[in-house]
């Protein structure tokens, strides 16, 4: 995507008029990432994103890779844009060469520098009392806090680049040699290895294995789809587990539903954590550890015959298959493991100074509620606790209150603006974007048929469910469908209830897709429409293999 476009403008609807910010910004070219912002955002989400994307660009500067990203809100939806040039030839030349130093040690750089460098980043604010603090205080902690942040998303991606490089490079390759038989031949060599992602779904599942073994306990958690914590602290074996549970929640509670800041964290809210509880405590055979056991024995058998297929190929190939084989293991670990504290652990972090502000700002009666602090920008926010005396907000936010209502069942436009002259390149960098972004989902006009990619093999008849957020997640039951826009990684629990998942976003490389793969359920992903063509009850057959989605009976 560039900033210079000569082709047609991208008609606009009558029901998503746009207001550009800046003269010209109809001639570049916006799109909406469903994948990572699939609903509507707020004014504070927004000031988020543009502290993340400053860290993108900088995090790809790493590798040479032109990246100067843009973003503004339009109707309540976040769009950006690429304003950087494509590559020059000698940009070119250098991006791979970085991106194939940093494969190589990927495993090193993370032991060494990159996740030190994380938890030095989230010690700072653990140790930081934000109640305590004076505004001056609170005020400079905000400036370091944004600080740190683009410096944590400038990591991020120097960490993404080369992992998910080395995935989809180790998968070009493997076709190459191999064959194309199968889209996932590659994939099934890199699964089976414990990840945070995983690792969350376990500690889940061997709590509520500690739960039923009291009878007391099951029952409530059973009977409960929110919190059962009042009714858990009139036993004291209901006591016991609370406790275990809050250790579990200090672990592995700092994620919200989506990539965002205004989502409640599973500390602030463990709903989510309660409902996986239940569904796990209904399926008595689940048994979560043998099954990545299982999963990495087959991946080891696996390895052992491509290995034995290699002999007799130039020690070259063979030598190339191992350096791709481990870069890409390392990488499908660290995809997940990233995500956990930067995505997550740091970004509740972020949003724990923003709610005290919300705090402080509700007890000077400038806003109503402390969550009203979302619908300020950061700047607005910085200004009201700066002026004396502070200025109301309280219309501000009504005004942006009724404009997310105005549109909120409105669908908005992929893209928007003027499509860049000039077609993606190749190379393996955007290669392994398309790989974890999807490309267009293929058309077909067979009747009660949707077409995706490929995200995990199988075959498997269901249910229905469509999930448009976790607050909807109970009604998913043991051998449902999931179907969503998009699933992030606090959804993964739902992977052990699922038979299958269906996606509008994503490709081969998505979340989705690499969690479906280490939990053995079939996926397609990147459908664009499944979760407007498809209905709850429906009976459907989805192949993850064929990438196809087949509505056998209509409700």
């Excluded at 007890?363 to 700066?386: K, Y």
């Excluded at 998009?486 to 979340?511: C, R, Y």
């Amino acid at each position: 995507m560039s900033a210079e476009a000569t082709t047609q403008p991208i008609p606009i609807s009558a029901e998503f008029p746009v207001a550009w910010e800046q003269p010209g910004d109809e001639k570049l070219f916006w799109f909406f990432d469903r994948m990572h912002t699939p609903s509507q955002s707020s004014p504070m989400d927004l000031s988020f994103w543009r502290i993340l994307y400053s860290g993108f660009k900088e995090g790809h500067a790493f590798y040479a890779i032109p990246m100067d990203m843009r973003v503004q809100q339009i109707n309540t939806f976040v769009y950006a844009t690429n304003l950087a040039p494509p590559p020059t030839e000698e940009e070119a030349k250098i991006i791979p060469e970085r991106i194939g130093a940093t494969m190589g040690q990927l495993q090193s750089l993370w032991d060494d520098e990159w996740l030190p460098t994380i938890r030095e980043h989230l010690a700072f604010w653990d140790g930081f009392d934000l109640s305590a603090a004076s505004m001056p205080e609170l005020i400079t902690h905000l400036d370091e806090s944004i600080e740190r942040t683009k410096q944590l998303f400038s990591l991020h991606f120097r960490i993404v680049v080369p992992v998910y490089s080395a995935i989809s490079g180790f998968d070009d390759f493997y076709q190459e040699v191999f064959g194309k038989e199968s889209p996932f031949g590659s994939f099934a060599l890199l699964e089976g290895f414990p990840n945070k992602t995983v690792e969350i779904g376990q500690a889940l599942f061997r709590l509520s294995r500690q739960a039923i073994l009291d009878p007391a306990v099951t029952s409530v958690l059973v009977s409960n789809d929110g919190s059962a914590e009042a009714e858990l602290r009139q036993t004291e074996a209901g006591r016991r587990f609370l406790v275990a549970l809050d250790k579990f929640l200090q672990e592995y509670g700092h994620r919200s539903e989506l990539w965002s800041i205004s989502y409640p964290s599973w500390i602030e809210d463990s709903t989510p954590v309660y409902r996986t509880l239940r569904d796990y405590l209904r399926q008595p055979d689940l048994d979560l550890d043998s099954d990545l056991a299982a999963a990495a024995t087959r991946r080891d058998e696996r390895i052992a015959a491509a290995r034995a297929q290699l002999q007799g190929y130039p020690q070259p190939v063979v030598e190339q298959f191992e350096f791709l084989l481990r870069a890409a293991q390392v990488g499908t670990v660290l995809s997940e493991d990233h995500g956990f504290w930067i995505d997550f652990h740091a970004v509740d972090r972020f949003r724990q100074v923003i709610r005290e502000f919300g705090r402080r700002l509700a007890a000077m009666n400038v806003i109503d509620l402390p969550d009203d602090v979302f619908f300020l920008t950061q700047e607005e926010m910085r200004a009201t606790a700066i002026a004396q005396p502070m200025p109301d907000q309280r219309k501000r936010v009504a005004e942006r209150k009724a404009e997310m209502q105005r549109f909120a069942g409105v669908q908005p436009p992929p893209l928007l603006g003027t499509p860049p002259a000039h077609q993606p390149g190749d190379s393996p960098a955007e290669r392994a974007d398309r790989k974890f972004f999807g490309g267009p989902p293929p058309t077909d006009s067979t009747p009660q048929l949707i077409r995706g990619n490929s995200g995990s093999p199988g075959k498997v008849q269901g249910r229905v469910k469509v999930v448009h957020s976790l607050a909807e997640a109970s009604k998913l039951e043991q051998g449902d469908i999931l179907v969503a826009v998009t699933t992030a990684p606090p959804w993964t629990p739902l992977f052990a209830t699922a038979a299958a998942v269906i996606t509008d976003t994503g490709g081969v490389l998505s979340h989705c897709a690499v969690v479906a793969r280490e939990y053995g359920i079939p996926a397609v992903v990147g459908t664009g429409v499944a979760t407007t063509f498809l209905h709850d009850d429906q009976w459907i057959e989805i192949d993850g293999e064929a990438g196809t989605v087949r509505v056998l009976e209509a409700v």
